[in-house]
């Protein structure tokens, strides 16, 4: 059967996926006069940014990613912050970003008061406090030239400008000091830092919301950069849930006159002699002369949409190299109450970690690498009515619990209880171990549920492709495929073997998390090559 | 007082090559060690009467492959080094009895590979040559050359022109690839890669590691083509030969003669000072095989170097701890897999899975419930060894916390923390059980069994600080340009004519020679 072709589509530019990069990227070319339509396999948009009310009725749950602080603090919000609060984008700010609760009552608070901060890791250690303090120091010192840094290209001139005139302005050493930090694991950061446990987990916890395990090499500068970026600033989440952002950024391309159509499966990207000319939906054909934007995993955009015959054998085993890290499951409860944390403080803060120490997050991890349940997955737990209460009926709440990490495929239960390896069949009793763990800490939080919502490694995959395996990262953030190496070695500027055709998202350069950096820098240059088209460069 | 030209402190491979390598350019030399022999790490003991164990180190593939006996390897020969080899020089056994040996014949690799899994013969074959014809010059060009020197620069700038800048990332990328990542994409066969993951302990590193993929490539191909040698008659032979070159080219060596400061003066290192108070002046160099910490902390007054250094040099991490049972056996103990007869090194292990397993208990100060256990058969390689007909053991663990937390099996009380024999000699015994599996006469045919606890290994050698064997964690932040400290430059101090070698400096540990040959070729 001959394809439609649809009409008027001369220099029509086609994003497929409507997750924040891909809308970001759209909204910057729609900003430029490109004629941009968005295509989305869901019938909502988003990506891995959804809020719905899974649970009941009125309360309303950010089924994946919920922590809006990297988007309000990138450059694509810069450029449209007004635009986007016309269209009704709102945040609601915790200045108690996060705390980390230990075994017996143990807690550290971080609050956007250092003194506060510094207060609460005194009770572990003084050393660490005046660790801490320093550590502050240093990281403003180095901030205003290190987050520029990761919102350039890699590699590129300006990255090495910036690099340059941070080595100017920090001493010719710092570039062995950032190498030094780039390449050490959590566990070797905190233990040059820290005494106490605590203080360490406190640190080293939030590797664990992207694939850095304690132990694992290269994973000391997210750790480091979030725990002081969310003590000076807190952190923010989207007011009425995490999807005021979507809807703002679809009211904006809508404004700009850019396109967005759901229940669009791309089901194949069109080359005609090495360039992407169209993509295939179904039965439509959509012309994409302007180019096109995958904001897909890799592995699905190669090997699904563009098809072997079409790349050369380097660059096939790149795809086939291309690495996911483990899965993630997550917890959805309505509460008729905020749960009773052994430690009553432990309410007012927006996310409570419970690893509790290195040593769980790394057999945690290491058992999940091994294809097991672990036995106590590290828990990240989002507490957003404390600070909006508009996501929940009067004096209710929700709770947002990530458990980290699991296997896609399960060869066994570290704790040899459960016998299933079909995640389908499994994850309530999973979500049951992981409530019982969540208990330890809570206890007498089993009467506080009014329903829960639990979302499988596997149904992650299910709601976001990009997801593959419950991968919440779209790729793992290892250091063998971060930076330049992300997605591939010499595929980091967004380009791809095939002419017309871009890729951005979580997979690609600056990596997962809501700072809309691969949709911006591929909307830049995609700007700037239009210009130089239309100027006859 | 005595007057030299070089002054060496310590007597580990990298002293000796550099002692070697200058005395023959008619420098003199002396080289200091503490101990009551030469050797460092290199050391053998006669435990039971007539058995020869190497206590510590024992295996000389990066020897024999490096630079340094390329250059020494006649005058070592003429003074009675010999090496015996093997072509059966690594295998694997899993608790069902699975096994697999690599051979240094590469079509009998690939031949034993294709029938555990189709296609993994070929990836193997495959995965050694494109190592070896791509990447082997700028791998070895950076784990074995001064990395702020021109040669590297020079290298790394014709690579550079060749691979360009895509294919040079593109390198890069697969330098810092886990070996887990690497087995699990390249190969099906649990076995194969059972026998693989064990290789990354001897690097220091464990198979979830960055760069883990990388050196577990370097050390299998240079196993699987150098095969596994042993010296002749125990490792001290090696150093006497080291010994009588030193001695034949003018050089002096003494032992039990521990030095505590290295004197300054002028902005240079003008000699040592030793605990019995006697001065020796070295008129052109200092060479310390040491630790940073030793060398900064102790050997260096505090106003010799910048502060900021002083405290990088206290931050020098170390790694696991290792232990070593030696085994003194009235035959050849019976395999009940006869294939594993004739290997030189054998690990006993459950997979990548069960090493990856054990490092992790070991990061998180545990006794592993089930350590790789790496088996080495010295005897079968050099019979000389032993009494006739006799056979040893050298049992090495690499997977053990410096401070034990506890036991990942629940079995062994570890008190306070600190090894005592009593642990060592109790977790020995776990491991014995493992073994007694695969090896079912071994309990009838022991003359004798030692067990050294990582304790016991830094007594025999402070350089191995809590019992890591390689005087440092080899993390990626402890590699190339940190290793010891990116404050320094190659092998460098802020003292003039000081030079610090050995494990804790680049390129890190093993019987190489690396950084004792840089220097050395720096100096002459």
């Given at each position: 059967m001959r394809h439609q072709t649809t009409k008027a589509a001369d220099r029509e530019l086609v994003v497929i996926g409507a997750g924040h990069n891909g809308l970001a990227a759209a909204i910057i070319l729609a900003d430029a006069g490109q004629k941009v339509t968005v295509l989305e396999s869901n019938s909502e948009p988003g990506g891995a940014v959804k809020t719905e009310e899974v649970?009941?009725?009125?309360?309303?749950?950010?089924?994946?990613?919920?922590?809006?602080?990297?988007?309000?603090?990138?450059?694509?919000?810069?450029?449209?912050?007004?635009?986007?609060?016309?269209?009704?984008?709102?945040v609601?700010?915790?200045?108690?970003?996060?705390?980390?609760?230990?075994?017996?009552?143990?807690?550290?608070?971080?609050?956007?008061?250092?003194?506060?901060?510094?207060?609460?890791?005194?009770?572990?250690?003084?050393?660490?406090?005046?660790?801490?303090?320093?550590?502050?120091?240093?990281?403003?010192?180095?901030?205003?030239?290190?987050?520029?840094?990761?919102?350039?290209?890699?590699?590129?001139?300006?990255?090495?400008?910036?690099?340059?005139?941070?080595?100017?302005?920090?001493?010719?050493?710092?570039?062995?000091?950032?190498?030094?930090?780039?390449?050490?694991?959590?566990?070797?950061?905190?233990?040059?830092?820290f005494e106490s446990p605590e203080a360490q987990s406190l640190v080293a916890a939030w590797g664990m919301h992207l694939d850095f395990a304690p132990s694992v090499s290269g994973g000391a500068l997210f750790p480091f950069l979030e725990t002081m970026a969310s003590q000076a600033n807190g952190l923010v989440i989207g007011t009425g849930g995490a999807k005021t952002m979507i809807d703002a950024m679809v009211g904006l391309l809508h404004e700009l006159g850019g396109r967005l159509r759901c229940s669009s499966r791309v089901d194949r990207i069109v080359v005609e002699g090495g360039q992407a000319t169209a993509v295939i939906c179904g039965q439509t054909r959509h012309e994409a002369a302007g180019g096109i934007i995958a904001n897909l995993t890799p592995t699905h955009l190669f090997e699904d949409l563009v098809g072997k015959s079409h790349l050369d054998k380097r660059f096939r085993t790149h795809v086939q190299r291309f690495r996911y890290g483990p899965g993630t499951l997550m917890i959805h409860l309505a509460l008729s109450d905020l749960p009773p944390w052994t430690r009553a403080e432990a309410q007012q803060y927006a996310y409570v970690h419970i690893g509790p120490h290195l040593e769980d997050m790394d057999l945690a991890y290491n058992q999940a690498m091994a294809g097991l349940i672990p036995q106590r997955p590290m828990l990240v737990v989002g507490q957003p009515t404390v600070i909006d209460p508009s996501r929940a009926p009067a004096g209710k709440h929700v709770l947002w619990v990530q458990a980290r990490m699991f296997p896609a495929?399960?060869?066994?239960?570290?704790?040899?209880?459960?016998?299933?390896?079909?995640?389908?069949?499994?994850?309530?009793?999973?979500?049951?171990?992981?409530?019982?763990?969540?208990?330890?800490?809570?206890?007498?939080?089993?009467?506080?549920?009014?329903?829960?919502?639990?979302?499988?490694?596997?149904?992650?995959?299910?709601?976001?492709?990009?997801?593959?395996?419950?991968?919440?990262?779209?790729?793992?953030?290892?250091?063998?495929?971060?930076?330049?190496?992300?997605?591939?070695?010499?595929?980091?500027?967004?380009?791809?073997?095939?002419?017309?055709?871009?890729?951005?998202?979580?997979?690609?350069?600056?990596?997962?998390?809501?700072?809309?950096?691969?949709?911006?820098?591929?909307?830049?240059?995609?700007?700037?090559?239009?210009?130089?088209l239309r100027d006859g460069r | 007082m005595s007057n030299f030209d070089v002054i060496i402190v310590g007597s580990?491979?990298?002293?000796?090559v550099c002692a070697a390598m200058l005395a023959k350019s008619d420098a003199k030399?002396?080289?200091?060690?503490?101990?009551?022999?030469?050797?460092?790490?290199?050391?053998?003991?006669?435990?039971?009467?007539?058995?020869?164990?190497?206590?510590?180190?024992?295996?000389?593939?990066?020897?024999?492959?490096?630079?340094?006996?390329?250059?020494?390897?006649?005058?070592?020969?003429?003074?009675?080094?010999?090496?015996?080899?093997?072509?059966?020089?690594?295998?694997?056994?899993?608790?069902?009895?699975?096994?697999?040996?690599?051979?240094?014949?590469?079509?009998?690799?690939?031949?034993?590979?294709?029938?555990?899994a189709k296609g993994d013969g070929f990836a193997f074959t495959q995965a050694l040559d494109s190592f070896f014809s791509n990447d082997a010059n700028l791998t070895f060009g950076l784990i074995g050359g001064d990395l702020r020197h021109r040669s590297t620069i020079g290298l790394l700038?014709?690579?550079?022109?060749?691979?360009?800048?895509?294919?040079?990332?593109?390198?890069?990328?697969?330098?810092?690839?886990?070996?887990?990542?690497?087995?699990?994409?390249?190969?099906?066969?649990?076995?194969?890669?059972?026998?693989?993951?064990?290789?990354?302990?001897?690097?220091?590193?464990?198979?979830?590691?960055?760069?883990?993929?990388?050196?577990?490539?370097?050390i299998i191909g240079s196993v699987a083509t150098g095969g596994l040698?042993?010296?002749?008659?125990?490792?001290?032979?090696?150093?006497?030969?080291?010994?009588?070159?030193?001695?034949?080219?003018?050089?002096?060596?003494?032992?039990?003669?521990?030095?505590?400061?290295?004197?300054?003066?002028?902005?240079?290192?003008?000699?040592?000072?030793?605990?019995?108070?006697?001065?020796?002046?070295?008129?052109?160099?200092?060479?310390?095989?040491?630790?940073?910490?030793?060398?900064?902390?102790?050997?260096?007054?505090?106003?010799?170097?910048?502060?900021?250094?002083?405290?990088?040099?206290?931050?020098?991490?170390?790694?696991?701890?290792?232990?070593?049972?030696?085994?003194?056996?009235?035959?050849?103990?019976?395999?009940?897999?006869?294939?594993?007869a004739q290997t030189a090194m054998i690990h006993l292990t459950p997979g990548l899975n069960g090493v990856s397993r054990a490092v992790n208990e070991a990061i998180r100060g545990l006794l592993p419930a089930e350590a790789t256990i790496v088996v080495g058969q010295p005897t079968v390689l050099d019979p000389t060894r032993a009494p006739m007909g006799g056979a040893i053991l050298w049992i090495q663990l690499q997977e053990l916390p410096r401070t034990i937390l506890g036991d990942a099996a629940g079995e062994i009380d570890v008190g306070d923390g600190s090894w005592t024999s009593e642990i060592a000699e109790r977790y020995a015994d776990r491991i014995e059980d493992r073994l007694v599996l695969h090896l079912p006469d071994l309990r009838s045919i022991i003359v004798g069994r030692k067990v050294l606890s990582p304790q016991q290994l830094e007594a025999l050698n402070p350089n191995l600080v809590g019992g890591d064997p390689y005087s440092g964690a080899c993390t990626l932040d402890q590699s190339l340009l940190w290793r010891p400290s990116a404050m320094t430059k190659n092998h460098s101090t802020p003292v003039k004519s000081l030079y610090h070698i050995g494990a804790s400096t680049h390129p890190g540990p093993g019987l190489g020679g690396a950084s004792g040959y840089l220097v050395a070729s720096a100096l002459r």
């Open positions: 649970t009941l009725p009125g309360f309303r749950h950010d089924l994946m990613a919920t922590n809006l602080n990297l988007f309000v603090g990138s450059a694509f919000f810069a450029k449209y912050e007004d635009r986007l609060k016309s269209h009704g984008f709102a609601s700010q915790s200045t108690k970003p996060v705390c980390s609760l230990f075994p017996g009552g143990g807690y550290i608070g971080v609050s956007t008061d250092l003194e506060e901060t510094l207060d609460s890791i005194r009770t572990y250690s003084d050393s660490d406090a005046d660790s801490f303090r320093v550590m502050r120091s240093e990281f403003d010192r180095v901030a205003p030239h290190l987050f520029p840094l990761l919102g350039v290209p890699l590699p590129s001139a300006a990255a090495a400008k910036k690099l340059l005139a941070a080595s100017r302005a920090l001493g010719r050493s710092w570039p062995f000091e950032l190498g030094k930090l780039v390449a050490q694991s959590p566990r070797e950061f905190v233990g040059d830092n495929e399960i060869s066994g239960d570290a704790a040899q209880q459960i016998t299933g390896t079909d995640w389908s069949l499994i994850k309530d009793t999973v979500a049951d171990r992981v409530m019982t763990q969540l208990e330890e800490y809570a206890p007498g939080l089993r009467s506080k549920i009014l329903d829960r919502y639990v979302l499988s490694p596997q149904d992650l995959e299910a709601t976001n492709a990009n997801l593959v395996g419950g991968d919440s990262l779209a790729g793992s953030h290892h250091i063998m495929q971060n930076f330049v190496l992300r997605p591939f070695p010499g595929w980091s500027r967004y380009r791809t073997p095939i002419k017309n055709l871009y890729m951005c998202g979580a997979s690609t350069w600056p990596g997962a998390g809501l700072g809309a950096g691969s949709g911006h820098l591929v909307g830049n240059l995609l700007t700037s090559r239009r210009r130089r | 580990g491979i990298n002293s000796l030399v002396a080289l200091i060690e503490g101990n009551d022999q030469l050797g460092g790490c290199i050391r053998t003991e006669e435990l039971f009467p007539g058995y020869h164990h190497d206590v510590l180190s024992s295996w000389y593939p990066l020897f024999v492959g490096g630079p340094a006996y390329a250059e020494l390897a006649d005058d070592l020969h003429r003074e009675g080094l010999e090496f015996a080899n093997t072509e059966t020089p690594t295998g694997v056994i899993l608790p069902g009895g699975e096994s697999l040996v690599l051979s240094t014949d590469s079509s009998t690799n690939h031949k034993r590979m294709e029938a555990l700038a014709k690579e550079l022109r060749a691979r360009r800048l895509g294919g040079t990332i593109e390198f890069a990328g697969s330098a810092l690839e886990s070996c887990r990542s690497w087995l699990e994409r390249a190969f099906d066969s649990e076995v194969l890669r059972a026998l693989i993951a064990p290789w990354v302990l001897h690097a220091g590193l464990g198979p979830d590691d960055a760069n883990s993929g990388l050196m577990g490539k370097v040698p042993v010296v002749v008659g125990g490792s001290h032979k090696i150093v006497e030969a080291f010994s009588r070159v030193i001695s034949a080219n003018e050089g002096t060596t003494m032992t039990g003669t521990r030095v505590v400061k290295v004197l300054t003066g002028r902005g240079r290192a003008q000699g040592v000072v030793t605990a019995d108070g006697r001065r020796f002046d070295a008129k052109r160099a200092v060479v310390c095989n040491v630790t940073p910490q030793q060398l900064y902390g102790n050997l260096l007054s505090a106003d010799d170097s910048p502060p900021a250094l002083v405290q990088n040099a206290k931050q020098f991490r170390y790694g696991r701890a290792a232990m070593q049972i030696h085994y003194a056996l009235e035959r050849p103990p019976t395999w009940a897999n006869n294939d594993l």
